[in-house]
């Protein structure tokens, strides 16, 4: 069973650019979360995503991000126009379906995309 | 709002010796979860260990044990007969617990890079 995969590993954009970050489940995963680990930081939560629905993207900010996680591919984390600000490692996790009366679901992690904006 | 604070941004150890990385947090909520990540230099991040903060028995795992004090909000993570591979940063982080409301978003501290010496 692969685990979470995402690509690419490391992606380069100068300023302006869009940069797109991709992000597949593990499988009979549904519920898709990014995070973003800026330089000397812990990981933020940006957004919690399941099949064609956003559930959450309180962490996310208000303009150039958006995320998406259609019913079939991966799901996808687009930064429009980016600034040096966006350089950082972002991080996918999927977790399995919650189920009734549970209470936690472990979140399994992707190994990051390193974001270099120039 | 819950914070994760984690005050050693740096530690060493002896190969073979026992160390212990600190961990406080601060919530108003009664009922949640604790966890250890491991993040190597390959940036995968790793589940160590969780805590509920409902049982009072410290939770184990192998070589990895924990120090929960509830009163206390603190949260530390012994590491007994270190190994090189345990080189790492390590991210102490928090989960609400329950069906309903953010029982999915983690909040991680900003982590402690433990180096094993040989």
């Known amino acids: 069973n692969a685990g979470v995969m995402q690509n690419p590993r490391h992606l380069v954009r100068r300023r302006g650019q869009e940069a797109r970050l991709r992000c597949s489940p593990m499988?009979?995963?549904?519920?898709v979360y990014w995070y973003r680990q800026l330089p000397e930081e812990g990981l933020k939560f940006m957004v919690y995503?399941?099949?064609?629905?956003?559930?959450?993207e309180s962490g996310m900010p208000k303009e150039r991000f958006s995320a998406e996680f259609p019913k079939e591919g991966p799901s996808i984390l687009r930064i429009q126009q980016v600034v040096r600000g966006d350089s950082a490692a972002y991080f996918c996790?999927?977790?399995?379906?919650?189920?009734?009366?549970?209470?936690?679901?472990?979140?399994?992690f992707g190994p990051g995309t390193r974001l270099t904006v120039l | 709002a819950q914070t994760v604070t984690q005050s050693q941004p740096e530690m060493s150890v002896q190969e073979a010796e026992t160390v212990t990385l600190s961990c406080t947090y601060d919530?108003?909520?009664?009922?949640?979860?604790l966890f250890w990540y491991k993040q190597p230099p390959s940036r995968q991040m790793i589940l160590v260990i969780r805590?509920?903060?409902?049982k009072q028995q410290n939770a184990t795992e192998n070589r990895f044990s924990v120090n929960f004090q509830k009163a206390a909000k603190s949260f530390s993570l012994k590491i007994s007969d270190s190994q090189l591979g345990d080189t790492a940063m390590y991210f102490c982080?928090?989960?609400?617990w329950g069906s309903g409301g953010s029982n999915y978003k983690l909040t991680f501290g900003k982590g402690t890079l433990l180096t094993v010496n040989p």
């Open positions: 805590q509920e903060a409902y």
């Open positions: 499988k009979g995963h549904s519920h």
């Open positions: 982080a928090f989960m609400i």
């Open positions: 996790a999927s977790s399995p379906p919650f189920t009734r009366g549970r209470t936690y679901n472990e979140q399994f």
């Open positions: 919530t108003s909520e009664n009922n949640y979860y």
């Open positions: 995503l399941q099949k064609e629905n956003i559930i959450d």
